[in-house]
Antibody, heavy 117, light 106 residues
Framework: EVQLVESGGGLVQPGGSLGLSCAVS????????MAWVRQAPGKGLEWVANIKQDENDKFYVDSVRGRFSISRDNAKNSLYLHMSSLRVEDTAVYYC??????????WGQGTLVTVSS | IQLTQSPSSLSASVGDRVTITCRAS??????LAWYQKNPGKAPKLLIY???TLQSGVPSRFSGGGSGTHFTLTITSLQPEDFAAYYCQQLYDYPITFGQGTRLEIE
């Protein structure tokens, strides 16, 4: 059974940093690209970042480029998102997702990040 | 690439047929996916490559279109179908989603 489990969310002050993790099981992690997607309260889905299988290619939405960093450890079957210089508008539920052929076919349940003073 | 969904919200009854439209600001071939999102739950992939039904998704869901105009149709609505729906383009970075369509019980 494919499983993705996010962790690391919480309350952080504006300007602070936070690291999210996504532990995966049930498939060969190194064969797939991975993504982070977020949903702010009452808002729609927003793609945040992608990382290819070999970690050489990473892509970011403009609003987080330079502040967030996506990474992976294929030996640990884990995906990460390091977030710094956090802003109130980064408050959201963050989901990790598996990038399949032409869509994101498996998702975690999400972890809530709240940026507030 | 901007994706514009219409309508933003829709009221319907169990058994109805509904269609949601997604328009892209430039051509994206068929690199479009549709997701269902329920509150507090993870998004669920319904359709990929514009018209291919994801494994395990009921056949009452169908997708169509190419280029800039796409549709998601649900025939014979079931109670569990009342949710939010999002289109997503995978043609180019940044990956983008439509703003969503909320399907509500009439």
């Amino acid at each position: 059974e494919v499983q993705l489990v996010e962790s690391g969310g919480g309350l952080v002050q504006p300007g602070g940093s936070l690291g999210l993790s996504c532990a995966v099981s049930g498939f060969n992690f190194g064969d797939y690209g991975m993504a982070w997607v977020r949903q702010a309260p009452g808002k729609g889905l927003e793609w945040v970042a992608n990382i290819k299988q070999d970690e050489n290619d990473k892509f970011y939405v403009d609003s987080v480029r330079g502040r967030f960093s996506i990474s992976r450890d294929n030996a640990k079957n884990s995906l990460y998102l390091h977030m710094s210089s956090l802003r109130v508008e980064d408050t959201a539920v963050y989901y990790c997702a598996r990038v399949a052929f032409r869509g994101y076919d498996f998702w975690g349940q999400g972890t809530l990040v709240t940026v507030s003073s | 690439i901007q994706l514009t969904q219409s309508p933003s919200s829709l009221s319907a009854s169990v058994g109805d047929r509904v269609t949601i439209t997604c328009r892209a600001s430039q051509g994206i071939s068929t690199l479009l996916a549709w997701y269902q999102k329920n509150p507090g739950k993870a998004p669920k992939l319904l359709i990929y490559d514009a018209s291919t039904l994801q494994s395990g998704v009921p056949s009452r869901f169908s997708g169509g279109g190419s280029g800039t105009h796409f549709t998601l149709t649900i025939t014979s609505l079931q109670p569990e179908d009342f949710a939010a729906y999002y289109c997503q383009q995978l043609y180019d970075y940044p990956i983008t989603f439509g703003q969503g369509t909320r399907l509500e019980i009439e």
